[in-house]
């Protein structure tokens, strides 16, 4: 059973940052891939960014340049640094993770930005 805890979920104005955090019950190196996605009133959940086993990286256009995915092994945590963070970042994250043929998600971390 793989269980994966947010946190690090926040108000802030507009142009601060937040890390979250993602703690993962499982040898992260493991898995196929680990992700972000995030989910706004009213809207589709959507890929943020992916880091993969071997440690590429992709994101969504909308937060290139802003947002980095990293992870640390030893802890089996996975991160999204959010830099320069505007309104329309508000959303609800959710931590994922592809193993095997199973995908798991977190119960999100909710991440508001003020004008």
């Known amino acids: 059973q793989v269980q994966l805890v947010e946190s690090g979920g926040g108000l802030v104005q507009a142009g601060g940052s937040l890390r979250l955090s993602c703690a993962a019950s499982i040898i992260i190196f493991s898995a196929y891939s680990m992700a972000w996605y995030r989910q706004a009133p009213g809207k589709q959940r959507e890929l943020v960014a992916r880091i993969f086993r071997g440690g590429s990286t992709t994101y969504a256009d909308s937060v290139m340049g802003r947002f980095t995915i990293s992870r640390d092994n030893a802890r089996n945590t996975v991160y999204l640094q959010m830099n320069s963070l505007k309104p329309e970042d508000t959303a609800v994250y959710y931590c994922?993770?592809?193993?095997?043929?199973?995908?798991?998600w977190g119960q999100g971390t909710q991440v508001t930005v003020s004008s």
């Open positions: 994922n993770v592809l193993l095997a043929a199973n995908e798991y």
